[in-house]
């Protein structure tokens, strides 16, 4: 899926190019550049470390929206009929819960995550797909009146399944390091351009290991990772002085569900992100050196 979205995006830019796509890997096995393993290499003293921060971490995000969290699961229930079905009835599903999450941490293995919300992350996928590809409101639903919000809930499940698994940062940047030294490394070179397409976890580890200040997007089912989402990092020039920018670059849920065709005329969304010990100039800018060194000595190895 990776290749392809590089294949059509470079079509879309320069249809006339014929520009090769790079990949390190046949398809099939994943490239460790975009993989999510905690490294093999990792101490265990190191590894206890990381272990106990993710875990405080992860619990910490997780107590912050456990007041709406109960809210998301219920609107869920009732999405599914989950009353009606199999597993309730014979008793081996009795709900979802919010204080059965358990997070493990293991060096040369992906974070891992058991409970409810593990479940519920991978049913608000699919249910975030339906409606975007289904226009009728009502047929998205299984029938169930709902409106914006109550489809907001359930990309909040979402968005707080990568935020707890990804969201502590030195596990973060013992992850990301691989990305984080290939991104600095563009940055600190001659080109105008580069593209890197990897997947919404990549995005949600280097959230993490940026340390990037809470956000949420507009427009979008989804606050932290939507669908389509790009982060853009621009290089800007005043005289001797260079500055930075990162933004997020995605498409609406009503431009997503609507296939709407973006263009100058019709841009898509852009949010401006901000860095925790960053300051910024009068309009929104970053010193680009700063900016570099945050990419740079997180993906440092």
């Keep these: 899926r990776t290749v392809a979205t590089a294949h059509y995006f470079s079509t879309g830019l320069l249809p006339d190019g014929s520009v090769p ?3 390190r890997k046949p398809l099939g096995p994943v490239d460790p550049l975009f993989g999510t393993r905690i490294p093999k290499t990792i101490s265990p003293s190191a590894m206890a470390g990381i272990r106990r921060e993710a875990a405080e971490q992860g619990q910490k995000i997780l107590s912050a ?23 309730w009835k014979e008793g081996t599903f ?16 992906k974070p891992k995550m058991k409970g409810s919300l593990k479940l519920a992350h991978s049913l608000s996928d699919f249910l975030l797909l339906q409606y ?17 919000r109550d489809w907001e809930k359930i990309g909040d499940i979402k968005d707080l399944y990568g935020e707890i698994l990804y969201g502590s940062p030195t596990l973060a940047k013992v992850i990301g390091a691989p990305l984080l ?6 940055m600190e070179n ?7 397409c990897g997947h919404d976890s990549n995005i949600s580890i280097l959230m993490g290991a940026l340390t990037v200040r809470p956000y949420e997007l507009p427009e979008s089912l989804e606050k932290k990772v ?22 997020l670059v995605y498409p609406s849920t009503d431009e997503i569900r609507y296939l709407s065709l973006l263009s100058l005329s019709h841009p898509p969304m852009v949010y401006s992100l901000h860095f925790e010990g960053i300051p910024e100039n009068e309009d929104g800018m970053m010193e680009w050196g700063r900016l570099v060194e945050r990419f740079k000595a997180n993906g440092s190895r």
């Design 21 to 23: 796509i790079a990949y």
């Design 65 to 87: 929206h456990k007041s709406h969290l109960a809210s998301d699961y219920r609107e869920m229930e009732e999405l599914l009929d989950v009353k009606e079905s199999k597993a």
């Design 94 to 109: 009795t709900g979802f819960r919010d204080d059965d999450t358990a997070l493990t941490y293991e060096a040369g293995e």
């Design 132 to 148: 975007y590809e289904t226009e009728d409101d009502r047929k998205a639903a299984f029938g169930h009146p709902m409106d914006r």
């Design 181 to 186: 030294h290939l991104i600095s490394s563009e």
């Design 190 to 196: 001659s080109r105008k351009l580069t593209y890197i």
């Design 226 to 247: 939507p669908f389509g989402m790009k982060m853009v990092i621009e290089k800007w020039k005043s005289g001797s002085r260079e500055y930075g920018t990162v933004t």
